[in-house]
């Protein structure tokens, strides 16, 4: 039992010290996928499969991927839905909100780091110390930089870099066409000129004015 939480202690702070990739994307109606990609030995990769669900929770899936003969990919990954913010693992709350308004949308998103609920023991600040982690952002739709807490900026995708010992809160504004309402529009009006074009004809020359020849004789 302590070998094991030891290796949980060792391999959650993996996920925290700059080792993986972390990446989350943003749908239209609010369903986020959060995802941690390791690239780490054969051994380590085994130890953090099993220790990612104990520690995050049983709800995330967890693939093992071969990149080379002494190397392999792990992807921990979660999706979910905030309404409107949910707590996927410890020490992370998410919150996403949307604005429809015609045909564009606001999406908001707000993520609230608290170091204290996951690294809890001296051994994991430690070796979270002196660290940076990478987080990358998809949003839905084009993100507004002067609305926005992220370091840059890419079209729909922003980026920061955290400390894992300090409390951050990061907040994104986005807007997006609604494109399928737009589809609908562009469907409706095609149909209306299909039901008026025969009539077309008789329309112009009802409010076609009368022209008046003048003949020299």
Known sequence: MVRWVWAVSLCLPLLLTGCVEVEIKVGSRGKITQTFTATVSQRAADV???????????????????????MNIVRVWK????????????????????RSMWFRATYELRVRY????????????????NRKVSVRIF???????????????????????????????VHIVAVGIIWWRVGVLLVVLA???????????????RFRRPTVKVVQR
Do not use: C, H
């Open 79 to 98: 999706s979910y839905r905030p309404s409107p913010e949910i707590k996927p693992m410890p020490g992370i709350v998410v919150e996403f909100r949307r």
């Open 191 to 205: 149909f209306l000129i299909w039901l008026v074009a025969p009539y077309l004809p008789r329309i112009v020359e």
């Open 139 to 169: 949003m839905p739709g084009r993100i507004l930089p002067e609305q926005s807490t992220v370091a840059s900026v890419d079209g729909n995708m922003g980026e920061i870099t955290i400390d894992p010992l300090n409390r951050t809160e």
């Open 114 to 129: 608290e170091p204290s609920e996951l690294l809890q023991t001296k051994d994991e600040q430690a070796v979270a110390s």
């Open 48 to 70: 953090l499969k099993a220790a990612s669900q104990n520690y995050l929770g049983r709800d995330w899936q967890v693939t093992l991927e071969r990149k080379s003969e002494k």
